[in-house]
């Protein structure tokens, strides 16, 4: 039987239902006073899937209060299906393709796939590598920056810095410069000091590097990329998938929504098979973040289609 025909991706009192079971684990919590111990459902023809008074303060709310989910007009149904794509689709999935599939518009579809990557934000802040694990620090240049010229070089494009442990998660950054005033205090915020770090050959690695238990390097213009345990070959492989996502189903991302996408990319890596994490745990685990925040309309969606931020197919 197809994972898709679930009753969650259809009914909307079950969609309901299983959100509630993950944001409610220990059952209805009154989002208005915080009242947990007398909460009464609302049934009746009339009333909405899943509607629930507080017998405290007396107000009537749902789940999706206080979540990307709150006066959203689409169906809970939909927004399970929107969130399963996104997160099993190792590239990602574009709001073009989510508009044809969901049959929604193509800016509701947009705007979903948005308040998703909100969610699989995590803004994870403890240290990589304790205990003298291997952190391996490096980055990459995506697009271009609007109203910059182009050049030979890379100070035309976005810069990402990544940093990832291995056999652990990754961590990005969409940075405005590749330089050790940029790069040096993001390293240290978010490596521990007994970690080992490995880079390439760049210059503004060598002085945060000394910071740390060791500091392996690879020389890659020479054509080095394995010394011992020295190699980037981690973040190279994160970095593939990255690009490929990004020049191949988005095709163009502008520098005001590169976190989001980049944090999107971050959230599959972190929640990926090896780590023993399935389609539908993926899923679970980005609605968990569905909580505390709210993403508004006028924030997110283009001005103009002069001023698009994804361009796919």
Known sequence: MSILCGAHFHDETAAIARLESILWPNGPVCPHCGNADKVYEIKGKTARPGLKTCGGCRKQFTVKIGTLFE????????????VHLLCSSKKGISSHQLHRTLKVTYKTAWFMSHRIREAMRTGELSPMGGGSGIVEADETFIGSKKGVPKKRAYHHKNAVLSLVERGGEVRSFHVDKADSATIM?????????????????AKYYNKVGSEFAEHGTVNHSAGEYVRGDAHTNTLENYYSIFKRGMKGVY???????LHRYVAEFDFRYNARSALGVDDEGRAEKALKGVSGKR?????????????????DV
């Open 71 to 82: 006066d959203s007009h689409v169906p809970m149904h939909k927004w399970w299906q929107a």
């Open 185 to 201: 205090p993001i390293v240290r915020e978010n490596v521990a000091k007994e970690a080992r770090v490995m880079t390439d050959e």
């Open 251 to 257: 095709q163009h991302c502008s520098e005001k929504h």
């Open 295 to 311: 993403l508004m309309y006028r924030d997110s969606f283009p001005a103009s289609i002069g001023d698009q931020t994804e361009r």
